[in-house]
């Protein structure tokens, strides 16, 4: 049963490059472990990879295609419009409700989406986390990242409704990155916590549509956040991320005359916690994802 | 010391396993756990434990203090049985799994390849997966695109490249995450079964990939239960049991030993036997192979007929609802041949058994080649495993007259004969 030669003469020392060899110790890490930010560089081409099949993939075999990406929002705000708009008359701030609505529909999407796709990244990524190494940190960011395509699109129905309305976007508008970014690191900073404990727990994928649903009241879309006066109470509602992301958003677009200063700065910081616990609660379970997993 | 590639250093792994069984003594019990269960989960969960929702109670030692050092250049085959930590061993050293204590230095960058075609999406295009799957196989944009042509060449999907991989036949994906793979070029290389995979051509050429790849003088860890593939490939070999390296050294000297430690093993009496497995409800106490006319053997000529009685004793005197039982034939090298099971060959008739007692298995005519065999033995009872012995006996199965002609084939074209009879007729031209 020969199936080849046997190989009998080779060089031991391939290259003679013995001393530019990396060096990899593998033990178990300490409780208290770094985030490990230069490795999720070296890995930046595979976070492009991740991403680019996400979206290439997101929205094969389907007819409509990418107009889910819009369907999802528009038909919120066509929903919210009727009864929250016309039927409980909640006041928008001198703004169509429509507009109002979906100016606010438009980043909280995005943060939705994210944060259920990257809930359950690593439970459908499982297959990769058995197979091969890699920082697992590029999967939920890889998740929340990959939205950016849907934001895109449905972004672009809200500069045509803001024509259909005839609003003219502020100069304040430059800052509408700031604010999308705001949503990027609240949804990853969630998505983190949930998606690695969802590895163990599978509760998860039970408690994320709640989550949000429950979120998405808490945060001032269907309604303004001018219906609470007190400014110190508004900063405090800051709190909640989404808060300011909307809040944002309606300044910088359709120029709503209430900075969301205080509420912003509060906003960012809880955001700012949200992602940095996050990231060090996945890290420190990272460790068992592959045997548990 | 700087020619290391690999060194190991007490390198454990323990795995907490969930038991479940015997764990509720009464109802109350089982309605207090079922209230507190919950709160201390959370509990651990948010401490950040690992393992997980099971509750964990039972240590399992997948590996237990392993040290070994490999050089540069140096193609090591890492055999043992099923379940004695060479798998958890590669997850190891390909950072997939962190070990529970020890650790291992490695010097150079680690390929892993321990699937085919890892994170391939069925929806993309050929082309699409070379790039996915070559980046998360760690190489860089650049170099998928220098080796393009080449590694569809030798997955020869020139044809199919921009058809999505989900209209593949399977043995052109498996090509295709072969030739991938294959065009890696770590300074290590960590191979788990892989070749296991796809037609005998197909091994064929990964197996003379991977011949290639160890004359270029990188080094391999080389994982599979093909011996003659670890015999042709690799210089040294690390023989793995129970966790523990049981030898190392020569590629000839290790496989010797591991096939005479199986014929050890199955020598030993089955009720001393401490290495098996399942909730103890049930235990075989005794096996015994008798020929066709009734006489206690352990071989027997291919083509007779045989029985395999199996004692076994319950540890309560109670009735057995519903048991099953397997005997499993592999050969020398551990590869699973056949099994002879009640669930297939006469399920639900084993109801109602006495708490001790005696399973008698008839085979007519044994069909396996004249060689060495391992039996292994499994017992379920109310469908949980209750005992399991591997190798619990030894089979010899000598030359005989199977076909009746006084001849049989060599024993390299094949590892079963075939009743079967040729015959000719003449065709006609025209018809």
């Known amino acids: 049963m020969t199936l080849l030669q046997k190989t009998e003469e080779r060089e031991i020392v391939p290259n003679g490059k013995i001393d530019t060899?990396?060096?990899?110790?593998?033990?178990?890490?300490?409780?208290?472990?770094?985030?490990?930010?230069?490795?999720?560089w070296e890995y930046r081409e595979l976070l492009y990879f991740l991403v680019w099949r996400d979206i290439k993939v997101r929205y094969k075999q389907t007819i409509?295609?990418?107009t889910w990406a819009i369907i999802q929002p528009f038909l919120t705000m066509v929903v919210f419009s009727l009864f929250f708009g016309r039927l409980a008359g909640i006041p928008s701030d001198g703004i169509p409700y429509p507009i109002f609505s979906y100016a606010a529909l438009v980043p909280w999407t995005f943060f939705s989406n994210g944060l259920q796709n990257s809930s359950q990244s690593l439970v459908l990524g499982a297959n990769l986390i058995k197979k091969i190494y890699f920082p697992r940190l590029l999967m939920p960011t890889a998740a929340v990242v990959g939205g950016i395509v849907d934001f895109g699109l449905s972004f672009a129905v809200l500069l045509l409704m803001m024509v259909y309305f005839g609003i003219?976007?502020?100069?304040?508008?430059?800052?509408l990155p700031v604010f999308l970014l705001l949503a990027l690191i609240t949804s990853l900073g969630v998505g983190l916590w949930l998606s690695a404990m969802n590895v163990q727990f599978r509760d998860v994928r039970y408690i994320v549509p709640f989550l949000t649903q429950f979120w998405m009241f808490a945060t001032p879309i269907a309604y303004p956040s001018s219906l609470i006066e007190n400014p110190l109470l508004r900063a405090i509602y800051g709190i909640n991320p989404m808060t300011g992301v909307v809040e944002g958003f309606r300044w910088a677009l359709l120029g709503t005359d209430n900075p969301p200063g205080a509420t912003i700065v509060v906003s960012f910081v809880v955001a700012v916690i949200l992602l940095f616990t996050g990231a060090f609660y996945f890290r420190r379970t990272e460790k068992s994802f592959a045997d548990v997993v | 010391m700087s020619d290391i590639a690999v060194r190991a250093e007490g390198l454990s792994k323990s795995y907490q396993i969930g038991v479940t069984q015997e764990r509720y003594r009464n109802f109350r019990d089982a309605i207090v756990e079922s209230v507190t269960g919950p709160f201390r989960r959370v509990g651990r969960l948010l401490r950040g434990d690992s393992y997980g929702a099971a509750e964990a109670h039972e240590l399992f030692w997948a590996l237990r203090d392993i040290s070994f050092e490999i050089k540069h250049g140096e193609v090591v085959g890492i055999i043992g049985r099923n379940g004695a930590g060479k798998s958890t061993l590669l997850k190891i050293l390909s950072r997939i799994t962190e070990p529970t204590s020890g650790y291992a230095d490695i010097y150079g960058r680690v390929g892993a390849l321990l699937e085919v075609g890892t994170g391939f999406h069925p929806e993309l295009t050929g082309r699409e997966n070379?790039?996915?799957n070559g980046t998360i196989l760690g190489m860089r944009q650049s170099e998928i695109k220098r080796k393009f042509d080449e590694i569809v060449a030798f997955a020869e999907v020139e044809k199919f490249i921009d058809t999505p991989v989900k209209h593949y036949s399977s043995g052109m994906g498996l090509r295709l995450g072969f030739a991938v793979a294959a065009h890696l070029e770590p300074e290590i290389l960590v191979v788990d079964e892989v070749l296991a995979v796809g037609d005998s051509a197909f091994q064929k050429k990964c197996i003379g990939k991977m011949g290639e790849v160890a004359r270029e003088g990188r080094t391999v860890l080389f994982v599979s239960h093909n011996m003659a593939a670890v015999e042709n490939l690799c210089t040294r070999a690390i023989m793995l049991q129970g966790g523990t390296v049981r030898t190392t050294g020569s590629t000839s000297e290790v496989i010797k030993f591991y096939s005479n430690s199986m014929e050890n093993i199955a020598q030993t009496e089955l009720r001393e036997r401490k290495d098996r497995k399942g909730n103890g409800s049930l235990r075989f106490t005794n096996l015994v192979i008798r020929n066709s006319d009734g006489a206690i053997t352990d071989s027997i000529p291919c083509g007779d007929n045989f029985d395999i009685e199996i004692n076994y004793e319950s540890q309560t005197s109670d009735r057995l609802k519903q048991v099953s039982v397997s005997a499993t034939i592999a050969n020398t090298l551990g590869e699973n041949l056949t099994c002879l099971w009640d669930e297939m060959s006469n399920p639900g008739e084993l109801v109602d058994l006495p708490p001790n007692g005696m399973l008698v298995c008839h085979v007519d005519s044994i069909q396996l080649i004249p060689s060495t065999y391992y039996i292994t033995l499994?017992?379920?009872?109310?469908?949980?495993?209750?005992?399991?012995?591997?190798?619990?006996?030894?089979?010899?199965?000598l030359d005989g007259d199977f076909f009746g002609s006084g001849k049989l084939p060599p024993s390299h074209l094949g590892s079963f004969l075939h009743p079967h009879r040729w015959s000719v007729s003449e065709t006609v031209e025209g018809v």
């Open chain 1, 64 to 66: 409509l295609g990418a």
């Open chain 1, 168 to 175: 003219v976007p502020t100069v304040n508008a430059i800052w």
């Open chain 2, 378 to 397: 499994n017992l379920r009872n109310g469908g949980l495993l209750a005992d399991k012995i591997d190798s619990a006996a030894q089979l010899t199965v």
């Open chain 1, 21 to 40: 060899y990396p060096v990899i110790r593998i033990k178990p890490s300490p409780r208290w472990v770094s985030l490990q930010l230069n490795v999720l």
């Open chain 2, 130 to 132: 070379i790039y996915l």
